[in-house]
Each structure stands twice: as structure tokens, then as C-alpha cells.
């Protein structure tokens, strides 16, 4: 009965992710019609694509994730986790990972990040990610949505453009976070 119910969640997770991607790509291509700005959920495919994109051992990149292996150790494997990429003009230009809370009544922003060489995305990126785990946590009836581990770089730039409020241990802020309305 527990692996049964497993599946239950699990798919009512997916189905939510979805649900929460198709609506954005129609605000997106609402907001934003100059851009050909497209969301997908990564998959096996598109987890390999982003090892070409974002190439673990590239010295330029901020960040040292490795999107695939990342995939397939957690997307794959915990059923409360999810990916997805933002491709503009069908070039990809971000990736984003997050998980469901449910006991935490939370949706998480795990890990971002954008390819340099779409400018167009500069500072869409996280704009996009946290309307997504806004509209995931509503979709979800989820009271949070927090941005974990933050770029201290940008810990600013998220509370000044998306209301986040910052929770620090000692001088380091380990998440931004957002209520969301009843």
C-alpha cells in the first residue's frame, strides 16, 4: 500500500509541475511576445544536452553543478524533485532545480543558473524560476517558497525585486523566503 501511495504522490507531483509549466509558458508568451521563450520539464534527453551547455569543467561558469549528473541522481530518483530549462529561441538559456515540500510547506529553488551566452535572460532567469515555484506552491496549496543557498551576490537583488526575506546563520544567508497567501 506505501509504494502504491508513492506512485499516487508522485504522480500528482508531476502532474502539478506540468500543470504550473504550461501556464507559465502562456504568461511568458503573454508578457513577453518579443521573446521565443519556452519551458520544459528536462528529461533524459535534455539532461544530456545540458552537459553540453553548461560543461562541468568550464572555468567561466559561477557555479560548478554538473545539470546531468544532477538529474540523474535526484530528479530521477526523489519523486518530490524537479527540473526544468528555458530555452530562448530554442537555445538554452537557464536551468533550474527545485523540490516539494510538503511537510515543510515549501517549494525550493535548489540551484539556478543561466547561460552566459543568452543576455536576453539576464535577470529573467530568477524572475522565471521564482514565478514558477510561486505558482507551483499556489498550484499546491504550499505556504513558502524559498530560495536556498543564495549567490550572496545577489541575496539583495532578490529581496529588492521579489519581496524574499533572507534567513541567516551567523553572517551567511542560507535562504530567501516568501509567505504565500492562503
Keep these: 500500500m506505501a509504494e502504491e501511495e508513492q506512485r499516487d504522490d508522485k504522480g500528482i507531483l508531476r502532474e502539478a509541475c506540468l500543470a504550473t509549466l504550461a501556464a507559465m509558458n502562456e504568461m511568458l508568451a503573454d508578457e513577453y511576445p518579443d521573446l521565443d521563450l519556452q519551458l520544459a520539464m528536462v528529461g533524459v534527453q535534455e539532461a544530456k544536452q545540458l552537459r553540453k551547455v553548461f560543461v562541468p569543467s568550464d572555468q567561466e561558469r559561477m557555479v560548478d553543478w554538473d545539470w546531468e549528473q544532477l538529474?540523474?541522481?535526484?530528479?530521477?530518483?526523489?519523486?518530490?524533485?524537479?527540473?526544468?530549462?528555458v530555452s530562448v529561441e530554442?537555445?538554452?538559456?537557464?536551468?533550474?532545480?527545485?523540490?516539494?515540500?510538503?511537510?515543510?510547506?515549501c517549494v525550493s529553488i535548489e540551484r539556478l543558473?543561466?547561460?552566459?551566452?543568452?543576455?536576453?535572460?539576464?535577470?529573467?532567469?530568477?524572475?522565471?524560476?521564482?514565478?514558477y515555484a510561486a505558482a507551483l506552491a499556489t498550484y499546491l496549496a504550499l505556504g513558502e517558497v524559498r530560495v536556498c543557498d543564495p549567490d550572496p551576490a545577489l541575496v539583495t537583488f532578490y529581496e529588492q525585486n521579489f519581496g524574499l526575506t533572507r534567513h541567516s546563520k551567523g553572517k551567511e544567508v542560507t535562504y530567501l523566503s516568501k509567505k504565500m497567501l492562503p
Design 113 to 131: 543558473e543561466r547561460n552566459t551566452e543568452v543576455p536576453q535572460l539576464k535577470g529573467l532567469a530568477a524572475l522565471i524560476a521564482v514565478q
Design 90 to 105: 530554442q537555445t538554452h538559456g537557464a536551468v533550474c532545480y527545485g523540490t516539494i515540500g510538503v511537510d515543510d510547506d
Design 71 to 85: 538529474f540523474h541522481k535526484r530528479v530521477k530518483r526523489d519523486r518530490t524533485a524537479w527540473m526544468f530549462l
